[in-house]
């Protein structure tokens, strides 16, 4: 079968962007990934766009029909579709991408991402967020995402014998890592104190615990077309793309502080890659609650996970950098834009263009995009030969 | 427009917690399901109905203070979920109580409550809430 490359990235700056549209962020993202590419339109098969809730945020469906148009690639009739896995879209749309080039249907498409989230009342935010749950045995009852992610915490200090700290440091080093990427929604470097003493959400969570409301675009553009493999100044292989899933609700769990999913999706993926966690470089993870980035790390570590925090592993210049980008904790989550924005930071890492925050000599990349708490898993794995 | 059939079909499972039970395997399974995810295909025209007791204790919880809209009224409050007598986990509220009174393995019985509105003059939707025993 044939390789499948990522040629171009762009982005939009995350944060509250009043001044700009859902159509005008994922224009913006899709031409500079056009550009990045060296493409044109004409040369595009595909367009899959990730988008998580504009339904509600915006009262806007079909929403890759419209960034098609808005972007001005209409008369061209190139096939345009969104792609919804509550905040894994990004994630999907790019496995989804992936397959359909990998299988020979297309051989040059455009992923992108997007969510306008700030044009409603936090409150509202808040309940859209929570469409990810289950609307009649959960949200019904006044259950937000975060008091799921509160519950998994409470459980597992229980169970485990976790810490607060091992969990509350993950913003931390989100915010740290934002504070060297230019496009970040927070530039401002936090403390473990801080984010235990900020004001509760759901305890023991605090607003530091989560991730904040953010507007934002992501597009990258995947190729397989030998000839623009070959024109490309830098090409990043996707060396893997799996997808995993689990029960949609954390009651019909058999463990609800573990993501079963997750540990399914990356194993297969460092299958498919041929590689294993020793060749892998840097990790960018879903740190939308603290809590869940834990979990995700022992998923993938183990009980090895926890020893990592204690000896400060995870920062870009350690032995296991995480969230380099800044993560969604603090370079911003734009929901259906996150996955996307995952894998342009690791291109960025892997072309050695990270500039302060470039974790040294990274060959591989492995990227962990989640919808829910656990519930859909996407796996990526980037890398140069 | 109106949501009653939605919240009406329902409401036997909100008000007297009646779940489904897989004849195939035995599991009992709250919220209801059509099909076992244990025996799947196996399962199909097996599942029958079965009324929980209500009782059981606290399996993990949380205090919400940033609420959803519809519950903003009730901040702080406390979701949590319990693991009932007879086997499956039900998330909801835990209400007329002190938060400091509630902890992991905490005993608590079902009661039938309030839960939430269809706007001012909308119908009022019922369901269970738990309380401490």
Redesign the interface.
């Known amino acids: 079968m044939r390789d499948v490359y990522i040629i171009g990235v762009g982005s939009t700056k995350y944060g509250e962007l009043w001044d700009m549209s859902l159509r005008e962020l994922a224009s913006e993202a899709g031409l500079k990934a056009l550009m990045d590419a060296g493409i044109k339109a004409e040369e595009i098969d595909a367009l899959y766009g990730a988008n998580t809730s504009a339904g509600q945020f915006i009262d806007q469906e079909h929403i890759a029909a419209l960034i098609s148009d808005y972007s001005g690639i209409s008369e061209l009739g190139i096939p345009a579709v969104r792609i919804e896995a509550g905040a894994a879209s990004g994630g999907a749309a790019l496995n989804q991408a992936y397959l359909a080039v990998k299988s020979g249907q297309y051989d040059t498409v455009v992923v992108g991402g997007v969510e306008k989230m700030t044009d409603v009342p936090s409150e509202v935010a808040n309940e859209i967020i929570g469409g990810s749950l289950d609307a009649e045995w959960e949200t019904f009852f006044g259950v937000t995402e975060a008091s799921v992610a509160a519950m998994i915490a409470k459980r597992h200090e229980y169970d485990e014998r976790v810490k607060r700290e091992h969990y509350a440091v993950f913003p931390v080093i989100s915010h740290k890592h934002a504070s060297m990427n230019p496009s970040s929604h927070f530039k401002n470097v936090i403390k473990l104190e801080d984010v235990i003493n900020a004001s509760p959400v759901a305890e023991p969570l605090t607003v530091y615990d989560t991730a904040p409301l953010s507007d934002g675009a992501s597009a990258i553009v995947i190729t397989a077309d030998k000839k623009k493999i070959k024109e490309s100044e830098n090409p990043i292989r996707i060396k893997a793309s799996t997808m995993a899933n689990d029960f949609l609700s954390l009651h019909d769990r058999k463990k609800i502080d573990s993501f079963k999913a997750v540990n399914k999706s990356v194993k297969e993926a460092l299958k498919q890659s041929g590689l294993n966690l020793g060749n892998i470089d840097g990790y960018e993870i879903h740190d939308s609650y603290s809590i869940g980035s834990l979990i995700q790390m022992e998923e993938i570590f183990g009980k090895e996970a926890i020893k990592m925090v204690e000896n400060n592993e995870y920062y870009f210049n350690s032995s296991h950098p995480l969230n380099v980008s800044g993560g969604l904790k603090a370079h911003g989550n734009p929901l259906g834009a996150v996955g996307l924005y995952q894998a342009i930071e690791a291109t960025i890492q892997l072309r050695g263009k990270a500039g302060e925050r470039q974790i040294k000599g990274s060959k591989n990349m492995l990227i962990h995009n989640m919808g829910g708490l656990g519930t859909t898993s996407v796996t990526t794995i980037l890398g140069v030969e | 427009m109106s949501e009653v059939p939605r919240f009406w079909r329902?409401s036997k499972h909100r008000y007297r917690l009646v779940g489904t039970r897989c004849e195939n395997c035995g599991n009992l399974y709250f919220?209801p399901r059509d099909i076992c995810?244990t025996c799947r295909r196996e399962s199909i025209n097996k599942m029958k109905e079965e009324e929980l007791s209500g009782e059981g204790e606290v399996?993990?919880?949380?205090?919400?203070?940033?609420?959803?809209?519809?519950?903003?009224m009730?901040v702080?409050?406390i979701?949590?979920?319990i693991k009932t007598k007879e086997g499956?986990?039900?998330?909801?509220?835990i209400v007329d109580c002190n938060?400091d009174d509630v902890k992991?393995g905490s005993q608590v019985k079902s009661t039938l409550r309030k839960?939430?509105t269809e706007g001012k003059s909308g119908i009022i939707?019922y369901?269970y809430?738990f309380i401490l025993k």
Do not use: C, M, N
């Open positions: 329902e919220p995810p399996y993990s919880y949380t205090v919400v203070h940033d609420g959803l809209e519809q519950f903003k009730q702080p409050y979701i949590a979920i499956p986990l039900i998330t909801g509220q938060p992991i839960v939430r939707q369901g809430k």
